[in-house]
């Protein structure tokens, strides 16, 4: 025994772990190139928002905002439209988790950069990216749960977590912007075009003004549905409002906008100038001079597949609702619906048509379009809308491509003619297109960006702001830069600032629709249940055998949407909430589910 | 640690394991016995007086043995007799209570009291082993009578009437002790998954396989390779194998050389294979109703008119209004297989060999498309050679070399059996025809691939070429005559090689939508996707290991006290030579010791000490080795003098405890204690380019505190013997707790930023285990020559998850502390809602905004007023029965043999859901339906009180789609396993033509099954289908010469 106790001994490397290049977190940051590399990891968590099919591409928002219905059920934002989701199983859209891996992962790189032995410049530049970043993470987070704790350390999986707890949504903002402030500070007004896509001044900027916009709204700002939420320690986590947030929040946008636009960035223009292809080409040509914070997705085309109509080979997945459509102006600035009248719940609505706007329901065009915005035989619905609509929208009869969409019935892209995959509203997306790209044989794809903040939402950002702190004077210039952009005229002039307010809401709905804020902006409106707390449509998808078939153009209920008080605000997976249940579920939440 | 070096030194031990040994330490073993029993017979010797002894000697299939010799046990030079032609003796003893032995080679050696008989009549049983009496255990064998472990084996003459290509597949309700489990029939792809005493962990639970000695897979060795089988199961069986054991340990040893004449063995067997349970779904004229029954119930026009359901009924129109039967397009009813195995096996006291060929074939069940110039089906085609030659190279030290090799060749459809079974399930008959009028395969531009009869026969096909070399070398030095009686060295050195090369050659089929006739009288087609041509692509896989192990062994006795002593050092290497990164590359080791003492007391009192000390790479320094002991006592009571129960032939009560480890958490998860960084992940792209430029990520967090998982075993076991041992009983209770269990930390919240992925394991989990096993075995031979034996088996067991690290749950219906491993959980189904005041009156479910009557009615578990996910419990058994049971029998009479084997399992849960019987699950006309749904759904307006599944609805039903007691069905199961008849023909005539014998036999297999689930194989996987099941019928011969 003792010989062999010997032999084992003797033997005792053997079982050591022989020499590989695995590396170790000290000799990651011991070199400048691992370091590097270590930082673009954390701008890979980043949400690949353009798949907009929801999970896995943390993007339930169009889906569940009264712009849009994905076809599929199993979509996350499925569960959220009937009142289905609850603390269990929200973590299936990792928005809680992959945020806080984020900022892990931003924690680790500030805490380490320090050992990397590099040139001093370029580390303060990467200190500011990484700053930037964690503050973005914490900003999707916020904006989702709203009060969070803000994780600027890195957690050991030893420590001791059933004390962790949500900080003030006014000290999450306050930390999002102190470090935008603080990065804004070591990093460049713009990037070089191999670098497109790293954070920059102006991107800090961007999200300061975002971020200070959302506290000053009424979801966050002492909304009194929340003033009896306490944390255990009686500190309240919505305190009382402050009405000169909306100045900070102004203030922050024009010096953004300012700032942007000294340093060559501006609102984004097609050269033949045309309203049309100025806003198509705003989603489709690359890193354009409006993109202020964005991500190149390659030439992955899931996107494209995802929205073409699946007569063309795509999916049609991404299915617009009646009451986006309807939301779009005439091409001269009016508005052809004014309201509805609502039957059975909303299940049946009447639209109020504004017969001064030209809009009828009721025929079909004669002729076609000089130019090219419709064809003949394409319902009178369709004819002479504003030009976002036909850039933003596939509807039936509209050409594209190689011929015309069909989305009734018995058409190339109708309901009897697909199984899984069909338009359930009779209308998809078609924002963020690309007419080159061929659904059937997966060719002709381009780079595609996606774009977090663009300088014509901080127009529109500002508008808001400024018009809530000081009513309306300031807000019109900015307004009509997006409305003019789009071929649309000025706002009626000596708007009150409710009149404005409502301009400005609208303008949002349209201008920025499919782009993720509907959801939030109806959220911090308080107007969720109004908005999302009843039926959406479409068309008669059942129906119709050609075109111009009236059976097809019936309103038909698509979903009955259910989105109460809970709903505003995210509930934390439940996971959390047993590990540490100090954590507190987020409000309204608890009691609805006992 | 070199081998060269150790024939001279200290460390020429020898592998006792081996049987080939066993001859040389059995005669040192017997010996010692002999003196001992002689001493013991002495006592009782007090009449002598001169008899003549005579009788016939035949062979278990009644034919006469000639040449067995017949003599007086135990004496020297005593007078012996040998057999005539017609198996007859005559033999003079001059004391009538001597015991006169038989022996012939490869037969069981039969010991018979004389008892003042002047008759005796013996059947002599060919042996595998001509040491029936030997049990092979960790490192060794020992004799049966003497073991105090728990340990079962399986005859092979059982195993060798299931022809199946995977051993695995012929375990289960063979022997005590074991679960096993097959899912599939696919060939290659079909080995049973085995478990010892069930689960008693939630990470590795699969037992340590060794091949003589190593770590080998058993479904690469050939069924007319094997000598004995066993299953170690118990801590005083296992211990030895230390941080490996815990999962309990199968023993496979192979044939060795027998000293005489060559004895040529040709097997070969041919079967016919019969698919079973093929999916069975509704044909188009059915699938159309259903679709128009689906909108109504939705409130919707129908999809189809009455003129078009009239095409799909008559198939007027076959491409535009289709009704195909998938299955049938794609699987054939029958196939094949087949197995011929050569064998040569002889001697002298110098050298002896073993040496077996064999070729073994199992064809698949796909339709082919015969103008391919290419095969597409299945088929699993296997060489395997054998060898093994044993050396005395003196009086004292001995040589073994083995050397096993096979050779593989397997055929695959282009697409895999998931793509091919999911093809079948998406595509409803009316999608499209399976074939255009042109020719082209049929298809729409959803689903562009899910063309079944294309996938199976139009995309290429693809091969796999695997080559595997077992080499085993020993050496024993035995040093009875240098040092002291009873000691001896061995040592062993085994080297393995496993190498696979996969060939695809793929092709995407085209696929054209056929539009019908246009306006001018042609038929038009939309091209949806262009034939492509047969690619190639290659990857391969190989690995190799080696083993060396070194051993002392001791064995004597002393009187009446028989001791032995083993103690041994051993180490392995395994290396994954063509993995797909460096972690996975570096090699695996382990190193430890083991050892063993017994002692015997007079054959009455057994005691023993069993303990392994070893290490695993996966633990850090100070952690890496751990201690596993065993102790077992056991007492023969029929041993004893005052034991005067004639009835009771062998009464031994057996006990164990003890603990041994685990060092696997999951495969492929290394070095717990490590931290690691993780390359090349988490890549992004900058810039307007398309270049993804590489991230570093954090991986697996390490946890410098992990060490083994310890499985704390106690067991008592109960052998009975009745009727001189004609019928014998064997039972042990036993009950396991495994503390420590290797698990990711689960109660790490997402605040931390640590995912599930690089969250670091702990030994954090602990669960109990406990069952009882069984086996009653019968075996008789009347006067007449009629031999008859009954053999049944059982395995019961059963655990529950003590502690784990989830995160407390908020209803304790949803904890899973305290339930089975691998509990399935969902919700528990009241029915279907009959009515809307039903439904008004039941608990809000909040799966779907609007409850309709046909929906599936659940019960509000926690009683919170509404059902939500929260009301997710517990429901049915894990899909791994906790109970396992075979049984059999077997007839022979003269040249004729009868056998028949059952096996079954129970408390074991069945889910029949999914794609299939959740009609259009992914929206309208998606999804083929099962008729078992069609025939038994509430439709509405109709009677429905025998209706089982729930109302049709165009789309995903988020309400009815749900894992429910609903969809769960009894996967308990009796199954007639098998049966076999053969004839042996041994007429002297053979002689002329060198052969000793011939048997004839016809066996089926999986004959018959009676179990609940019905639609599918009651062992396969939760759904609705794989891969089916076949029944064999298999012919075959065997002849000796």
Redesign the interface.
């Known amino acids: 025994?003792a010989i062999?106790?010997v032999?084992?001994a003797s033997?005792s490397d053997?079982?050591?772990?022989?020499p590989?290049?695995?590396?170790?977190?000290e000799?990651?940051f011991a070199q400048r190139k691992?370091t590097e590399?270590?930082l673009?990891?954390v701008?890979?968590?980043l949400p690949e928002e353009i798949h907009g099919n929801d999970d896995f591409s943390r993007n339930p928002f169009d889906a569940a905002a009264d712009e849009m219905e994905l076809?599929?059920?199993?979509p996350y934002s499925?569960?959220m439209n009937?009142?289905?989701w609850?603390?269990?199983?929200v973590?299936r859209t990792s928005m809680?988790?992959s945020n806080?891996?984020?900022?892990?992962?931003a924690?680790?790189f500030l805490k380490n950069i320090e050992s990397t032995p590099m040139d001093e410049d370029a580390k303060q530049v990467w200190i500011g990216e990484a700053t930037y970043l964690r503050a973005l993470y914490h900003f999707f987070l916020v904006r989702c749960h709203g009060p969070i704790?803000i994780?600027d350390y890195v957690?050991s999986?030893n420590?001791t977590?059933k004390d962790?707890q949500r900080d003030p949504i006014n000290e999450c903002f306050d930390f999002i912007v102190k470090e935008c402030d603080n990065a804004a500070n070591l990093l460049p007004a713009k990037r070089a075009?191999?670098?497109?896509?790293?954070a920059t001044k102006a991107a800090c900027l961007a999200l300061k003004a975002r971020a200070l916009l959302y506290k000053a709204s009424p979801l966050f700002n002492g909304n009194p549905d929340y003033s009896t939420y306490v944390r255990k320690d009686g500190v309240r986590l919505f305190p009382d409002a402050v009405s000169t947030y909306w100045a900070d929040a102004a203030a922050a946008s024009l010096d953004c906008i300012n700032y942007c636009e000294a340093n060559g960035y501006g609102l984004f223009t097609a050269s033949s100038g045309k309203p049309f292809d100025t806003y198509t080409q705003l989603f489709t040509s690359?890193?354009n001079k409006e993109t202020i914070f964005g991500r190149?997705?390659?030439?992955w085309n899931h996107q494209e597949r995802l929205m073409s109509p699946?007569?063309f080979?795509g999916?049609s997945g991404m299915n617009p609702t009646q009451e986006i459509v309807d939301a779009f102006e005439m091409a001269d600035g009016s508005t052809p619906i004014t309201g509805y009248i609502e039957e059975n719940g909303g299940e049946v609505k009447t639209p109020i048509i504004n017969t001064e706007s030209g809009y009828t329901e009721i025929g079909y065009a004669a002729e076609d379009d000089p130019n090219g915005m419709w064809l003949k035989k394409v319902s009178n619905m369709y004819v002479n809308r504003e030009p976002r609509f036909y850039a933003s929208i596939h509807f039936n009869g509209k050409y594209w491509q190689t011929r015309q969409i069909q989305f009734y019935y018995s058409g190339k892209d109708g309901?009897?003619?697909?199984?899984?995959?069909?338009s359930s509203t009779g209308y998809c997306m078609s924002k963020y297109s690309d007419k080159n790209f061929n659904c059937?044989t997966l060719t002709g794809a381009s780079?595609k960006t996606w774009t977090y903040f663009r300088l014509g939402e901080l127009y529109l950002n500002y508008a808001e702001a400024i018009n809530e702190a000081e009513g309306p004077a300031k807000a019109y210039s900015y307004v009509n830069a997006i409305r003019n952009r789009a071929g649309l005229p000025n706002l009626k002039t000596g708007l009150t600032t409710d009149q404005m307010r409502e301009c400005i809401h609208h303008e949002r709905q349209i201008e920025l629709c499919f782009e993720t804020h509907r959801y939030f902006d109806c959220n911090r409106w308080l107007i969720g249940e109004k908005m999302n707390n009843t039926w959406i449509h479409g068309l008669n998808i059942?129906?119709g055998t050609k075109i111009n078939d009236d059976r097809f153009f019936i309103r038909t209920a698509r979903?009955?949407r259910?989105f109460e008080k809970k709903h505003y605000l995210w509930p934390i997976?439940?996971?959390?909430i047993?590990?540490?249940p100090t954590?507190l579920q987020s409000p309204f939440w608890e009691t609805a589910?006992? | 640690m070199e081998i060269k070096k150790n024939m001279t030194g200290s460390w020429i031990k020898q592998n006792i394991k081996k049987i080939g040994w066993l001859s040389l330490f059995l005669c040192i073993s017997i010996q010692s016995y002999s003196e001992n029993e002689q001493t013991k017979d002495n006592q009782s010797i007090t009449q002598k007086k001169n008899s003549t002894v005579s009788g016939t000697v035949l062979d278990d299939a009644g034919q006469p043995l000639p040449g067995v010799t017949v003599k007086i046990k135990d004496v020297k030079n005593a007078a012996a007799s040998i057999t005539d032609i017609n198996g007859q003796y005559s033999l003079k003893i001059e004391d009538s209570y001597v015991e006169i032995q038989f022996t012939y080679l490869g037969y069981s050696t039969i010991v018979e009291k004389v008892n003042s008989r002047k008759i005796i009549n013996v059947v002599m049983k060919e042996s595998t082993s001509d040491l029936e009496d030997i049990v092979v255990v960790g490192y060794g064998v020992q004799r049966k009578e003497s073991v105090v472990g728990s340990i079962s084996n399986v005859e092979v003459s059982k195993i060798e009437k299931l022809p199946t290509m995977a051993i695995a597949n012929a375990l289960g309700g063979q022997l005590p002790g074991i679960i096993t489990r097959q899912s599939s029939g696919e060939p290659g792809y079909d080995a049973a998954a085995v478990y010892i005493r069930g689960l008693a962990t939630w990470g590795n639970s699969t037992p340590l396989i060794l091949v003589d000695g190593v770590e080998r897979d058993m479904n690469l060795i050939n069924t007319a390779e094997i000598q004995s089988i066993s299953v170690l199961k118990d801590a005083s069986a296992t211990a030895i194998y230390g941080v490996q054991g815990a999962n309990g340990v199968i023993l496979i040893t192979t044939k060795e050389g027998i000293i005489g004449q060559p004895k040529v063995t040709l097997r070969t067997e041919y079967g016919w294979q019969r698919g079973l349970r093929y999916p069975d779904y509704i044909n188009g004229y059915e699938y159309a109703t259903l679709w128009n029954e689906a909108r109504t119930n939705m409130g919707k026009a129908a999809a189809w008119s009455d003129e078009e359901l009239q095409k799909f009924k008559d198939q007027s129109d076959p491409y535009l209004y289709p009704s195909v039967d998938w299955v049938n397009e794609i699987l054939d009813k029958d196939t094949y297989l087949s197995s011929t195995n050569l064998s040569v096996n002889g001697g002298t006291e110098r050298v002896r060999y073993f040496v077996n060929a064999g070729y073994s074939t199992q064809n698949g069940l796909y339709k082919e498309d015969l103008t391919n110039n290419y095969a597409t089906n299945a088929n699993y085609t296997r060489y395997n050679l054998r060898s093994r030659t044993d050396i005395n190279i003196t009086k004292d030290l001995s040589l073994e070399v083995g050397l096993g090799g096979n050779v593989q060749k397997r055929i695959y459809p282009g697409q895999s059996v998931y793509s091919v079974w999911e093809g079948l399930r998406q595509t409803s008959p009316i999608a499209f025809p399976k074939v255009n009028p042109d020719g082209s395969s049929g298809g729409i531009l959803a689903y562009l691939g899910s063309n079944p009869w294309a996938k199976v026969t139009q995309s290429g096909y693809s091969t796999s070429d695997r080559n595997n070399l077992q080499a085993t070398f020993g050496a024993r030095w035995d040093l009875s005559t240098i040092v002291t009686k009873g000691l001896s060295l061995n040592t062993r050195f085994a080297y393995d090689h496993n190498y696979t090369n996969y060939t695809d050659r793929y092709k995407e089929f085209g696929i054209k939508k056929y539009l019908g006739v246009n306006d001018e009288g042609v038929d038009s087609y939309q091209l949806l996707r262009e034939e492509g041509l047969l690619s190639y692509s290659q990857a391969n896989d190989a690995n190799r290991s080696q083993y060396f192990e070194s051993a002392i062994n001791y064995n004597n006795s002393f009187g009446l006290h028989n001791v032995s002593g083993m103690f041994l050092y051993n180490n392995r290497e395994f290396v994954n030579v063509i993995a797909s990164n460096s972690e996975l590359n570096l090699p695996y080791r382990r190193q430890g010791i083991a050892g063993r003492a017994t002692y015997d007391y007079g054959h009455r009192y057994l005691g023993e000490i069993n303990f392994g000390y070893n290490g695993s790479e996966q633990f850090p320094k100070g952690k890496r080795y751990g201690f596993f002991p065993s102790v077992s006592l056991g007492w023969i009571a029929s041993n004893e003098k005052f034991w005067d129960i004639n009835l009771i032939s062998n009464f031994k009560l057996r006990g164990s405890y003890g603990q041994v480890g685990n060092d696997v958490a999951t495969s492929g998860t290394r070095y717990l204690y490590l931290t690691r960084m993780a390359k090349n992940s988490s890549n992004y792209i900058f810039g307007n380019g398309t270049t993804y430029v590489p991230g570093i990520n954090e991986g697996q967090i390490g946890n410098e505190d992990i060490t083994w998982e310890v499985a704390t075993k106690a067991n008592i076991g109960l052998d009975l013997g009745f009727f001189y041992d004609e019928l014998s009983i064997q039972i042990d209770v036993f009950n396991e707790v495994r503390d420590g269990i290797l698990i990711q930390r689960a109660s790490l919240p997402n605040v931390s930023g640590i995912n599930s992925g690089t969250a670091p394991y702990g030994n954090l989990g602990k669960a109990k285990n406990s069952g009882i096993d069984g086996s009653i075995i019968f075996k008789k031979k009347t006067p007449g020559g009629i031999f008859y034996s009954f053999q049944g088996n059982l395995s019961f067991a059963k655990n529950s998850i003590e502690t784990n690290d989830d995160p407390i749950y908020k209803y304790a219906n949803q904890s899973r502390v305290g339930q089975s491993i691998n509990q399935p959980f969902g919700f528990v189904a009241l029915g279907l809602f009959q009515t809307q005041e039903e439904i008004d009156n039941s608990p809000v479910q909040e799966f779907t905004s609007v409850v309709q009557p046909g929906d599936i009615k659940y019960k509000d578990v926690n009683g919170d007023g509404v059902v939500n996910s929260y009301d997710e419990t517990a429901i049915g058994y894990t899909r791994t029965p906790e109970l396992m049971a075979g049984f059999g029998g077997t007839i022979a009479y003269k040249g004729f043999d009868f056998s028949f084997f059952f096996n079954g399992a129970t408390r074991t849960s069945f889910f029949l859901d999914g794609t299939t019987m959740f009609p259009f699950y992914g929206g309208e006309g998606t999804f083929n339906v099962l008729h078992t749904y069609y025939d038994n759904r509430f439709i509405v307006g109709a009677d429905n009180t025998n209706a089982k599944y729930p109302l049709v609805t165009d789309s995903y039903s988020s309400n009815n789609y749900l894992t429910s007691t609903l969809w769960m069905k009894n996967g308990s199961y009796l199954r007639l396993k098998n049966i076999e008849f053969g004839y042996v023909f041994n007429q002297p005539i053979l002689k002329k033509y060198w052969i000793d014998n011939i048997r004839l036999f016809v066996n089926g297999t999986n004959l018959y099954c009676w179990d609940y689930v019905k639609v599918v194989d009651p062992e396969a996987d939760s759904g609705t289908g794989t891969y089916p099941q076949t029944r064999t019928w298999n012919f075959g011969l065997q002849v000796k010469f």
């Open positions: 025994m062999a106790m032999t084992i033997c053997y079982l050591e772990k022989t590989d290049e695995d590396m170790t977190l000799q990651t691992y590399q270590f673009t990891q701008y890979s968590y076809v599929w059920t199993y499925n569960v009937i009142g289905a609850n603390p269990t199983n973590s809680w988790l806080y891996i984020a900022i892990r992962k924690n680790i704790p994780v957690m999986p420590m977590f962790l075009s191999n670098e497109f896509g790293r690359m890193w190149n997705m390659g030439t699946n007569g080979g999916w309901l009897k003619n697909s199984s899984l995959d069909y059937a780079i059942g129906e979903e009955k259910v997976p439940q996971t959390d047993s590990i540490a954590l589910a006992e």
